[in-house]
Antibody, heavy 121, light 106 residues
Framework: QVQLVQSGSELKKPGASVKVSCKASGYTFTSYAMNWVRQAPGQGLEWMGWINTNTGNPTYAQGFTGRFVFSLDTSVSTAYLQISSLKAEDTAVYYC??????????????WGQGTLVTVSS | DIQMTQSPSSLSASVGDRVTITCRASQSISSYLNWYQQKPGKAPKLLIYAASSLQSGVPSRFSGSGSGTDFTLTISSLQPEDFATYYCQQSYSTPSFGPGTKVDIK
């Protein structure tokens, strides 16, 4: 069965960096793009961007350029989200989500369990 | 960018009630509309894709309709496990989510 398993919660100080992993299993990793979604405490869902799992080419949403980096290790079917120069407002749950294409449309059919990143001094 | 709105932002309902949630796009998105359910502390779960297609394994009491700018998610008979927050999401252009509708117990 398809599973996306993310790394555990992180507590970081402002200015530090964090790397969140998302390990996929149960399907061919390079057949589906991986997306990242942020959810700040008590807030809604915000799409951060996606990475082409064939080419490794990332696309970042507005507001997620510069400090956010998507990467892959296809040898272990894992996607990564790295955030540098952390700020208090980066405190959120970060989800990876598989993108499924349907007749020119797409949707996020499987999600990781989420990784809470807390930024606090 | 396409803005998504949902109404109501929250509602209280009883088990067995018929519940309808509305999602509106700031411009036409054809049928490029998906619905997700999220329970506290859990990841979102896909319910409906392409406006009206039921995701495999999702109970048939959930249904979606609409096209263009106006869409609805209907739960025909609310069950205890349906108390959650529901989000719409468009995939017509850069993906965006609605602000969510929280369904709680009356």
């Amino acid at each position: 069965q398809v599973q996306l398993v993310q790394s555990g919660s992180e507590l970081k100080k402002p200015g530090a960096s964090v790397k969140v992993s998302c390990k996929a299993s149960g399907y061919t990793f390079t057949s589906y793009a991986m997306n990242w979604v942020r959810q700040a405490p008590g807030q809604g869902l915000e799409w951060m961007g996606w990475i082409n799992t064939n080419t490794g080419n990332p696309t970042y949403a507005q507001g997620f350029t510069g400090r956010f980096v998507f990467s892959l290790d296809t040898s272990v079917s894992t996607a990564y989200l790295q955030i540098s120069s952390l700020k208090a407002e980066d405190t959120a749950v970060y989800y990876c989500a598989r993108r499924r294409v349907y007749s020119q449309m797409y949707y996020f059919d499987y999600w990781g369990q989420g990784t809470l990143v807390t930024v606090s001094s | 960018d396409i803005q998504m709105t949902q109404s109501p932002s929250s509602l209280s309902a009883s088990v067995g009630d018929r519940v309808t949630i509305t999602c509106r796009a700031s411009q036409s998105i054809s049928s490029y509309l998906n619905w997700y359910q999220q329970k506290p502390g859990k990841a979102p779960k896909l319910l409906i894709y392409a406006a009206s297609s039921l995701q495999s394994g999702v109970p048939s009491r959930f249904s979606g309709s609409g096209s263009g700018t106006d869409f609805t998610l209907t739960i025909s008979s609310l069950q205890p496990e349906d108390f959650a927050t529901y989000y719409c999401q468009q995939s017509y252009s850069t993906p965006s989510f609605g602000p969510g509708t929280k369904v709680d117990i009356k």
